[in-house]
């Protein structure tokens, strides 16, 4: 008896207290309380530029909104993955637990990704990969709270296979790093090449991130495809430009790669790098105001020109807006904020894109080649090209 009036009577005095107005203070502060946003990316070693361009896009994104995501400030929280596949759970679990994130923005390398999506499976917490394209993270793995804003390993690759036959090539020798990113790549390029009639002579790789390339070179000079193709991003792909160039095969053999190989490292790779040729979902050229805009406002905030990860941070930046947007800041409402997610279109300066059912971009891909340090769009490869999907439940 005596406890329940005392329940009774203490709700009693909330609600007085409510009526009053002194509940309020408490009520306000819970639902203007900054968004708890976290980086997971790579600051060091051969990615670190990547994790840079991606976090230097996100925040240009939420700048333009006055620094707000749906009327609520925002804190960061960073950590450096230093693109190591086992201290990925920890990382994540640091971002999650310790931090409390309300958004886990990461990463770039799909070893890394593999531990962020279990966590992220695990707890709830809403996973936007701003890079890494391992496929299982909108196949197999898929969930609800992850939404990839940049491509599937496969996705730039599928479409170079015949611009290289067209262009002349009917033989290959593939080389990458030899990891997720790298074989996912090369099963693009193979399916899209030998179903162009293309011969594929052999496949070399070494360990990421390896950049020991002359063993391999050599082999290459001894192999005479009609031309290479291959996957190699950040720092390790400036390197092997350069040494490509140095080995003597550049003139000799044309080099072509997933878009990557020449993102970021124009100014680093130098003359090395003209007349590559790629394949990718973004290219620094394309005509639109958009793009012209997204361009100018870049250089002018970071003192540097954007590239395709910029793009993709910066898209990550959109595509939560979006959504923060449509539940007015109340990120805790799950269903209608993936709903508005899974629903975006995306105005992005790659070209307008959609999201899958699988959540991964449905997008075109373009054919550059490198011209005065630019990736030059010379084509369209594929047009609203979509990953399979595979195995994801959601789709
Ligand atoms: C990846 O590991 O998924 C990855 C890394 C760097 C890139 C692209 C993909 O540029």
């Not at 708890?36 to 994790?51: C, E, H, N, S």
């Not at 993955?81 to 409390?100: C, F, H, M, W, Y």
């Not at 923005?105 to 890494?132: E, F, W, Y």
């Not at 080649?369 to 490869?381: H, L, P, S, Y």
């Amino acid at each position: 008896m005596t406890s329940r009036r005392l329940v009774l009577s203490r709700s009693a005095a909330v609600i007085g207290a409510a009526s009053t107005g002194l509940l309020l203070p408490e009520i306000v502060r819970a639902q203007s309380s900054k968004v708890r946003v976290g980086f997971m990316l790579p600051y060091t070693g051969t990615f670190a530029q990547l994790g840079v361009a991606i976090e230097n896009g996100f925040r240009m994104a939420i700048n333009e909104q006055g620094g707000k995501l749906g009327g609520r400030e925002i804190e960061y929280f960073k950590v450096d993955d230093e693109s190591e596949p086992s201290k990925g759970i920890e990382n994540a679990t640091k971002l999650v637990q310790r931090d409390k994130v309300d958004v886990l923005v990461g990463t770039v390398h799909s070893g890394v990704q593999m531990g962020i999506q279990k966590v992220a499976r695990d707890s709830g917490v809403l996973s936007l990969i701003p890079n890494a394209g391992v496929h299982a993270a909108t196949r197999g793995l898929c969930a609800p709270n992850v939404f990839r804003t940049s491509f599937s390993n496969s996705q730039p690759t599928r479409a170079l296979g015949k611009a290289m036959y067209d262009r002349g090539a009917k033989t290959a020798v593939w080389i990458t790093w030899k990891y997720a990113a790298g074989d996912e790549s090369f099963e693009g390029f193979k399916e899209g090449y030998l179903a162009a009639g293309g011969k594929i002579i052999k496949e070399l790789g070494l360990p990421f991130p390896n950049v020991e390339f002359q063993a391999l070179l050599t082999e290459i000079a001894a192999l005479k495809p009609d031309a290479v193709a291959c996957f190699f991003a950040g720092g390790g792909a400036a390197k092997f430009i350069r040494d490509y160039a140095a080995a003597g095969l550049k003139g000799k053999i044309p080099l072509y790669g997933s878009g990557f190989l020449t993102e970021g490292v124009l100014d680093a790779a130098g003359p090395a790098a003209d007349g590559i040729v790629t394949t990718m979902h973004y290219s620094d050229s394309l005509p639109t105001q958009r793009n012209g805009q997204f361009r100018l406002n870049y250089a002018k905030a970071f003192k540097q020109q954007p590239d395709v990860y910029a793009v993709q941070g910066y898209d990550t930046g959109l595509l939560l807006i979006q959504g923060a947007n449509a539940v007015k800041g109340d990120l805790n409402n799950k269903p209608a904020l993936y709903k508005a997610m899974e629903g975006a279109v995306i105005d992005s300066p790659r070209g307008k894109w959609t999201m899958s059912k699988s959540h991964n971009p449905v997008q075109d891909i373009y054919l550059r080649v490198v011209e005065n340090k630019e990736n030059k769009v010379i084509g369209v490869a594929a047009k609203a090209l979509a990953d399979s999907g595979a195995g994801c439940k959601m789709a």
